[in-house]
């Protein structure tokens, strides 16, 4: 079973510093991306950052104070999140797009964690 668990989650002072943590685990061929989104009760779920190959983006209302990164070797993903502000409380989600090897069988996914709390309040 290929799944996305994600931790570090919980309450900050606006201005604190958080980071959160999403590891892959099973039978994982290769990993093309990895990415948080967001999402805040009564809003759409939106996106956050993602890391590929190519290097990474982030949404603009992150952009400078969260820092995402990977450890290839154990299939983590980590967000480092600075300057906190009340707007970022959010339950935050890993994705990962991946393909998952059960030999001689290889299969595109699209994963998603169980999501993380992230509440930034004084």
């Known amino acids: 079973q290929v799944q996305l668990v994600e931790s570090g989650g919980g309450l900050v002072q606006p201005g604190g510093s958080l980071t959160l943590s999403c590891a892959a685990s099973?039978?994982?061929?290769?990993?093309?991306?990895m990415g948080w989104y967001r999402q805040a009760p009564g809003k759409e779920r939106e996106w956050v950052a993602t890391i590929t190959g190519g290097g990474t983006n982030y949404a603009d209302s992150v952009k400078g104070r969260f820092t995402i990164s990977r450890d290839n070797g154990q299939n983590t993903v980590s967000l480092h999140m600075n300057s906190l502000k009340p707007e970022d409380t959010a339950v935050y989600y890993c994705?990962?797009?991946?393909?998952?090897?059960?030999?001689?069988?290889?299969?595109?996914?699209?994963?998603w964690g169980q999501g993380t709390l992230v509440a930034v309040s004084s």
């Open positions: 099973g039978s994982i061929f290769s990993i093309n991306s």
């Open positions: 994705r990962s797009t991946a393909v998952a090897s059960t030999p001689p069988t290889y299969r595109a996914l699209e994963l």
